[in-house]
């Protein structure tokens, strides 16, 4: 264990941003848990985090939390985990250009302003690790996921480009891709559903009413789910480790859609993944 590293980690509120920051703390690690509300930021001060605010939506407060990071920390930044987020849920037909440019904003185009102001202190270094959290929906899409599923896709190319462009440099890039994880990420969909889609008018409505439904009972969110521990764990191995992974699939449906998207036909593929969404409904 190296002392004194530095990690800034963005959607700290809760779930795995929450546990990240804690677990790289207590392996030494000084962290930057940044959240985008001013009472979780609060909250995680009273945690014994150093927190500060960071909203991925918006650019003055992106690059007002890299000068800050920067001037506590003296200039260096060891690593970077890109775990900010939420979830646009609608069928696609029922997405307005807002709902869609919403999720990139901070998916996509957030994450990559944030990444591309510590590059050039990781490039002075020598070196340094950028991690994206991810998702399966990264590589396999789900109906009624099309919005995220779409800002996933393209924050995996994003992550894949540098990767090689970085490689030279000694800073080193990987993707986290989870499966079911515990966490609120599902509670977190519903104020920007309800915001975006009108979906008592949808031609969608049974599905939507059945998704909504599953919101209210209790237990996991889907069969094989695990703690935000889990992914912690890869987040550990591509910080620590000589040679991180460029992927770490998370969960035992990740790692067989993985498998399944290079087995099987497009068609194949399809089938599996309305099956595994129940039609809509989960």
């Known amino acids: 264990m190296v002392p004194d590293r530095a990690v800034l980690i963005t959607g700290c509120s ?7 920051a804690h677990a790289l ?6 962290v930057f848990a940044t959240a985008r509300k001013t009472d979780d930021v609060a909250r995680l001060q009273a945690e014994g985090l150093e927190s500060l605010p960071l909203d991925l939506d918006d650019s003055a407060s992106i690059q007002a939390a890299v000068a800050e990071v920067l001037a506590r920390a003296d200039g260096r930044l060891d690593a970077l985990f890109n775990n900010g987020g939420y979830g646009q849920v609608g069928a696609v037909e029922d997405l307005p250009r807002a709902a869609l440019r919403e999720q990139f904003e901070t998916l996509v185009f957030g994450a990559a302003e944030l990444t591309n102001l510590v590059i050039p202190v990781m490039r002075r270094q020598g070196h340094g690790r950028i991690v994206f ?3 399966v929906l990264g590589y396999a899409a789900f109906p009624y996921r099309g919005a995220y599923v779409a800002a996933k896709f393209a924050l995996e190319g994003l992550a894949d480009t540098l990767r090689m462009e970085l ?3 000694g800073i080193r890039v990987s993707l986290i891709e989870p499966g079911p ?6 509670e977190n969909c519903v104020p920007h559903f309800l915001r975006h889609v009108d979906w008592r008018q949808s031609v969608h409505r049974a599905q939507y009413e059945a998704q909504l439904a599953r919101l209210e009972k209790p237990g996991p969110a889907a069969p094989f789910t695990l703690p935000a521990g889990a992914v912690v764990e890869r987040l550990v191995h591509a910080l620590d480790s000589r040679r991180p992974r460029p992927r770490y699939p998370v969960t035992l449906p990740a790692v067989a859609f993985w498998w399944l998207k290079r087995l099987l036909s497009v068609r194949a593929m399809d089938r599996v993944l309305a099956r595994a969404s129940g039609g809509g409904r989960r």
């Open 14 to 20: 809760s779930g795995i941003g929450h546990a990240a």
């Open 25 to 30: 703390q207590a392996r030494g690690w000084r």
């Open 133 to 135: 959290n991810s998702s």
């Open 167 to 169: 490689a030279p440099s």
């Open 181 to 186: 994880i515990t966490t609120r990420f599902r």
